[in-house]
């Protein structure tokens, strides 16, 4: 009955990892490309081990309001210019929105707004590449989820090696 009950236990964590995989995958492929400028970050504090710390000009934007002039809620409405990158919406309605605009989803963290992961990982050897990022690449749900999946520079060209799937 032990053996049982372990095997079951197992089966059931690799179901639960499969379908986390299965869902981050599904994001990558069919997600629409968003763009979020990078905002400026000390260059001397940049590179710390094998990741870049992130930091994201809309987060910036959102923390300088004022209590009255910030979002009500943590969906944005966004709007995507000829390049994908995303520029907030202050007048928009979740409701109501037009042909160029999204829902993005951020969170409000110690006063301060998080869009997105605030680290890059990468290869070791391979930071200095990374220095010319100006863009996050994140892969849009309908419902303004989002996945971070690369960098990008001023010319909105991929930074280092990307991978469609596994």
């Not at 968003?34 to 081990?49: C, T």
């Not at 969170?107 to 220095?131: C, L, M, N, S, V």
Request: negative net charge.
């Amino acid at each position: 009955m032990r053996r049982l009950a372990l095997v079951l236990t197992g089966l059931a964590i690799l179901a639960g990892i499969n379908f986390s995989v299965w869902r981050f995958e599904r994001a990558m492929s069919s997600g629409e490309v968003v763009l979020l400028r990078l905002a400026p970050v000390d260059p001397r504090s940049l590179m710390q081990g094998d990741y870049m710390r992130l930091n994201y000009e809309l987060a910036r934007q959102l923390g300088s309001l004022t209590q009255d002039a910030a979002p009500a809620t943590d969906i944005l409405v966004i709007r995507l210019d000829e390049h994908q990158v995303a520029h907030w919406v202050t007048d928009g309605k979740a409701q109501a929105l037009q042909a160029d605009q999204r829902l993005l989803q951020a969170r409000r963290q110690d006063g301060q707004w998080r869009i997105g992961p605030d680290a890059y990982f990468f290869e070791e050897g391979t930071g200095e590449q990374f220095e010319a990022a100006r863009y996050g690449e994140f892969r849009l749900q309908a419902d303004g989820k989002t996945l971070l999946v690369g960098l990008r520079d001023e010319e909105f060209n991929p930074i280092g090696r990307t991978r469609s799937a596994w």
